[in-house]
């Protein structure tokens, strides 16, 4: 299946994508709320704020605490006492909270976590990239990447479901492009509160904090025990790769709207050149293919909608006939001149009979404009590649020679 | 025992951590120069001096840690500290 929306135009709203969110999170019937404003996410504290203010938001806590680091700590608390428990944040306040990122993932505490993707500073630059959460990629954290505002706003409701089951009870990060997503105003439908009620069942952990019953939460694990919480950490991730498959199959039953479960397709069946991207740019290369294709260039478009768990397996099964893969990433390892997307889609092949030549290029750093043109320019070297083989591997996009 | 998701468990569990294992000196009584004062069963930082019937005490090698405060403190030098060997 792929990108599918049967919803009445009629139902939809023109909101900020922000807007959205915060309705969504409202939705999904939060119990605490903590908050600390950071560009490009704090309009969505701020709607959530505003909720509160009105009484839309019954039986919740909303806390304005001192930094990233607090907002994050206090949802330990909450989580482990059994509340919903949700916050936003971006670029260094993420980073901030790198510390407790791991925490909450060992204490299998299911917060959700929507990023306003941005880039980190130095040099301070507010726009978007996805350094941020993709620096956060080994912290246990689930990773889901928005298209568009509808996108983010379904994935919420999506992510609660994911995380809050029994079997995964891990933490996740519902990502959007800041300003590009957070800012924008698009038509969507709102998350609907009847279908989410039936969707989200109540928030029950196994093991809750209770001075009635007293419990240690992330209890000291000396070397004879820590190897086993690692791994029972991994083969939650490992579980939520088919959980995530379900819930947007499940969420598509009920609300009428798909945008990939793990991944997403585009005009990949006969394709010999297939782009690999996350994020708002993959409506750019939807457009720039509806271009090429009536050229009858063989072009198509694997959206990764989950970074962490890695879909290893989905991802081959698209690219494995494929004559060539571009991969795009708003983020550098730096050190290896090469994004994480590009990485992690080589590591994967290794030891696999697949052999696809596979070509990165870092792009969108700091906000920097991505036009159709930039994109064609890519699909022409991976024609290039096609011809005459490998001569680049990875390299930025649209680098200004003139300022260097 | 099997660990549980998230390193949540009741109190008391710590008993299960058996940190004698991080000992590199063990203590050792002389008893024939002990005069049941109780100084190593009050200063024992993890209650691994254990009174026996007869007033004397012993450790519990499960958990002392080999600290030495005992030792160290005991008027009468019945404690010696001896080299673990593994």
Redesign the interface.
């Known amino acids: 299946m792929t990108h599918e929306m049967k919803t009445d135009k009629k139902n939809m709203v023109v909101v900020e994508g922000s807007y959205a969110v915060a309705h969504a999170v409202k939705t999904c019937r939060p119990n605490v709320i903590s908050a600390y404003p950071i560009t490009p996410q704090t309009h969505i504290v701020e709607d959530l704020s505003k909720f509160m203010a009105d009484g839309e938001i019954p039986n919740c806590e909303y806390i304005n605490v001192e930094s990233e680091f607090s907002a994050l700590s206090a949802l330990v608390g909450s989580s482990a006492v059994g509340a919903r428990s949700y916050s936003a944040t971006t670029s260094q306040g993420l980073e901030l909270m790198h510390e407790v990122l791991f925490n909450v993932a060992g204490m299998r505490l299911p917060i959700i976590m929507t990023v306003a993707n941005r880039a980190v500073s130095a040099p301070i630059n507010i726009w978007n990239d996805h350094q941020d959460s993709i620096s956060q990629r080994d912290t246990g954290w689930i990773q889901l990447y928005a298209e568009n505002i509808q996108e983010i706003s379904d994935m919420t409701a999506q992510a609660f479901k994911i995380s809050e089951d029994r079997d995964i009870m891990m933490p996740s990060m519902t990502c959007m492009d800041g300003f590009i997503l957070s800012h924008v105003y698009e038509p969507l439908v709102l998350l609907e509160q009847d279908i989410t009620d039936e969707f989200l069942p109540p928030f029950r952990p196994e093991r809750i904090l209770d001075p009635k019953n007293p419990m240690t939460f992330g209890a000291f694990a000396d070397p004879h025990f820590y190897t086993e919480f690692r791994y029972q950490q991994e083969r939650a991730m490992q579980n939520s790769l088919k959980k995530i498959e379900d819930v947007a199959n499940e969420f598509y039953d009920m609300y009428g709207r798909y945008f990939g479960g793990l991944i997403d397709e585009y005009q990949t069946e006969d394709a010999d050149i297939i782009i690999m991207a996350m994020g708002s740019i993959i409506g750019t290369i939807k457009d720039v293919i509806d271009r090429l294709r009536e050229k009858n260039v063989k072009i198509g478009l694997l959206k990764v909608r989950a970074f962490r768990p890695f879909p290893a397996q989905d991802i081959m099964n698209v690219i494995k006939d494929a004559k060539v893969v571009v991969v795009l990433d708003k983020n550098i390892s730096l050190g290896m001149n090469a994004g994480a997307l590009f990485i992690e889609t080589k590591s994967v092949l290794y030891n696999t009979d697949i052999d696809v030549p596979v070509i990165g290029y870092m792009i969108g750093q700091g906000g920097r404009d991505i036009p159709m043109s930039t994109i064609e320019k890519i699909v022409s070297d991976a024609e290039e590649v096609m011809r005459s083989g490998i001569k680049i591997e990875s390299q930025f996009t649209d680098l200004k020679e003139e300022l260097i | 025992m099997k660990?549980?998701?998230?390193?949540?468990?009741?109190?008391g569990?710590?008993r299960v951590?058996k940190t004698g294992g991080w000992r590199t000196f063990k203590p050792v009584y002389d008893y024939d120069k002990c005069i049941k004062c109780k100084l190593c069963e009050l200063l024992c930082p993890d209650s691994s001096v254990k009174p026996r019937e007869d007033g004397y005490f012993e450790f519990d090698y499960d958990y002392c840690k080999g600290c030495g405060i005992c030792a160290n403190e005991c008027p009468k030098s019945a404690i010696t500290m001896v080299l673990e060997e593994k």
């Open positions: 660990i549980v998701p998230g390193a949540v468990c009741e109190a569990t710590s951590n």
